[in-house]
């Protein structure tokens, strides 16, 4: 495992984690009876308002190619996201993944994802439904990881590697 050079977050609207009042907002959404839940955002609240990442607010379509110029060339570059490219309108899918894709320019790109079917990933062959998948660099089919849920409450071994 390559050592992990530096984290940077991309999100439309960052939540200052160091912010009581909006800890207390992301406690609040919540479900009461999910107490399971509620201690594991109480642990990585803690955990990355202890050492925050940087995290650029914005859309990854402006942003991901900036960002693909900025890290240090050559580095590998892990592209990381669950539920994201589902929220994304179809009609600016394109885009989306053209900017994810932008990331590996200026380096090897492995890019990870957990979206379901409705959202699948672009331009790759795979049977990722249900999984956390990824491809690497030239990789012109997706491998699932692990099977899970929706909410990664179980996993279970793919059925192939």
């Known amino acids: 495992m390559p050592p ?9 609207h960052p939540v200052p984690v160091t912010d009581p009042d909006e800890r207390r907002w992301l406690r609040a959404l919540v479900w009461p009876e999910n107490q399971d839940e509620a201690a ?21 379509i402006d942003v991901c190619p900036a960002l693909g110029r900025y890290l240090p060339p050559g580095e590998p570059r892990v ?6 490219r589902m929220h994304v309108p179809e009609a600016r899918r394109a885009a989306f993944d053209e900017a994810i894709d932008s990331v590996g320019q200026g ?3 492995f890019h990870a994802w957990l979206e ?4 699948p990933h672009h331009g790759l062959a795979d049977d ?9 660099p030239a ?23």
Do not use: Q, Y
């Open 4 to 12: 992990i050079a530096s984290r940077i977050g991309v999100d439309l």
């Open 40 to 60: 594991l955002l109480a642990a990585a609240l803690e955990g990355v308002a202890a050492d925050p990442p940087a995290i650029v607010a914005g859309d990854a």
């Open 79 to 84: 592209v990381f996201h669950a539920a994201t």
């Open 107 to 109: 380096g090897p790109l």
């Open 116 to 119: 379901p079917s409705a959202a």
């Open 128 to 136: 990722t439904d249900g999984a956390l998948a990824w491809h690497g």
């Open 139 to 161: 990789d012109d089919r997706a491998c699932a990881l692990v099977r899970v849920d929706g909410h990664l409450e179980w996993e279970a071994p793919c059925a192939s590697p």
